[in-house]
Each structure stands twice: as C-alpha cells, then as structure tokens.
C-alpha cells in the first residue's frame, strides 16, 4: 500500500504562485509514475501533470509553461509549482502513484483546495 498527503493548497489572487506537495509513505518506488489530477465544481477530475521514472514529465496544454511537476526520491515527494494562477485553475487538486508494470494510477491522496480569485 501507498498512502499519499497533499499540502500546500489555499486562496490566492490570479497571477500568484502556490507549490503543492505530495508525500508518499508505504510501498513507495522511484519507479512510480507520479501525477496530479485536479476537479473543480461540476466537472470531471482531469490530468494535470505526470512525472515517470526516466524524467520525463508531461502536461497538459492549459498548463504549460505555467506549471512544473518535480520529484524529490530521496524524500518520496512530488511537488507541483504553479504560477501564474489564474481563476480557471481552481480545483481540488490530487496526488496519484503508478506502480510500474500497472496501466492505471493505483493510489490518490485526500487532495487540496487550490482557489484563484480574479
């Protein structure tokens, strides 16, 4: 089992910065994909970001050149740096590992309240 707690959540004005923060405990492995998921009011959870064993990350578009998924092995941590928020972006957002050798992310966190006000 994985357990994951994210922080870092909270309101800012649009144009502010937030770094959210994943901790992993349990079976945990560099070998996980690492990702954040968001879901605001009324909408389908959506990908947000991923980080993969190689190093490679991937984003989704709305994101891009705004967000930065990152990982610290050595602390079981992701981190997702958001800046330049806008209203748009306000989700809950969730934390999610995928074992290697599993096509689905296994384990989520409780998740954290990201609100941008215009």
């Known amino acids: 089992q994985v357990q994951l707690v994210e922080s870092g959540g909270g309101l800012v004005q649009a144009g502010d910065s937030l770094r959210l923060s994943c901790a992993a405990s349990g079976r945990t492995s560099s070998a996980d994909a690492m990702a954040w998921f968001r879901q605001a009011p009324g909408l389908e959870r959506e990908f947000v970001a991923a980080?993969?064993?190689?190093?490679?990350?991937r984003y989704i578009d709305s994101v891009k050149g705004r967000f930065t998924i990152s990982r610290d092995n050595a602390k079981s941590t992701v981190y997702l740096q958001m800046n330049s928020l806008k209203p748009e972006d306000t989700a809950v957002y969730y934390c999610?590992?995928?074992?290697?050798?599993?096509?689905?992310?296994?384990?989520w966190g409780q998740g954290t309240q990201v609100t941008v006000s215009s």
């Open positions: 980080t993969y064993a190689a190093g490679t990350t």
């Open positions: 999610a590992a995928q074992p290697p050798h599993t096509s689905r992310y296994e384990y």
